[in-house]
């Protein structure tokens, strides 16, 4: 199965990227990377996922290393609502089940 | 579209009751999952569906029971309440087919507290 490592915690000044790094050195090389906030205890917000190029979308950048080893999720303009908990998730090894594991929580700080 | 709808938001149980926690999806998607979170954890995997009438176990099944009859509902049954399966449970559903890159849609949960 896939397993994930992130930071704890992480503090970023509001206006500033927040970067939050990711190491998943176990994902199969056809296995998406998927990131997902959870702010306060609402259900998990999808954000974004790869697999081996770089991708953009209106939330969000991911840059995934060659190796796929690891990933980094930018927000660009950190804002006081991205405070969140962030869960990097590869999925268990041939099925569609995510592996969650207790991710980075990001305080954003004004 | 409502997405996935999850009822009810808050329950308290006594030790040994019955209840279902319902999930509906209306987004036609046909897999479907439950997970648990208790405090400060990450989710973990109850049950999944893979469509209408297939369900297997995750991590956590003990305690709990599942059907799928149609696409849309996914409830969770627990029979016997015990004070281990106080938590937030989330429902959650994606699609799996051609060109699916699989990401799941969660609902807001449900917070179930047995006393």
């Known amino acids: 199965d896939a397993k994930t490592t992130q930071p704890t915690s992480m503090d970023c000044a509001e206006g500033r990227a927040a970067n939050l790094p990711c190491n998943h050195s176990?994902?199969?090389?056809?296995?998406?990377v998927y990131w997902y906030r959870q702010i306060h205890s609402q259900g998990p917000q999808y954000i974004i996922h790869?697999?081996?190029n770089n991708e953009t979308n209106e939330m969000a950048s991911l840059i995934i290393t060659e190796d796929r080893k690891s990933s980094t999720l930018i927000l660009p303009h950190a804002t006081l609502r991205d405070t969140a908990v962030y869960y990097c998730?590869?999925?268990?090894?041939?099925?569609?089940?995510?592996?969650f594991g207790t991710g980075t929580r990001l305080k954003v700080l004004a | 579209n409502a997405g996935v709808t999850q009822t009810p938001k808050f329950r308290i149980l006594k030790i040994g009751q019955s209840m279902t926690l319902q999930c509906t999806q209306d987004?036609?998607?046909?897999?479907m999952y439950w997970y648990r979170q208790d405090p400060g954890m990450g989710l973990k995997l109850i049950y999944y569906?893979?469509?209408?009438?297939?369900?297997d176990k995750g991590e956590v099944p003990n305690g709990y029971n599942v059907s799928r009859s149609t696409t849309e509902d996914f409830p969770l049954r627990l029979e016997l309440a015990a004070p281990s399966q106080t938590s937030v449970y989330f429902c959650?559903?994606?699609?799996?087919?051609?060109?699916?890159?699989?990401?799941?849609?969660f609902g807001p949960g449900t917070r179930l507290t047995v006393l």
């Open positions: 176990t994902i199969s090389g056809n296995e998406y």
């Open positions: 569906s893979v469509g209408a009438g297939i369900t």
């Open positions: 987004m036609n998607h046909n897999y």
């Open positions: 790869g697999l081996k």
């Open positions: 998730i590869g999925p268990s090894s041939g099925t569609y089940k995510y592996i």
């Open positions: 959650a559903s994606s699609y799996s087919g051609q060109g699916a890159t699989n990401e799941q849609f």
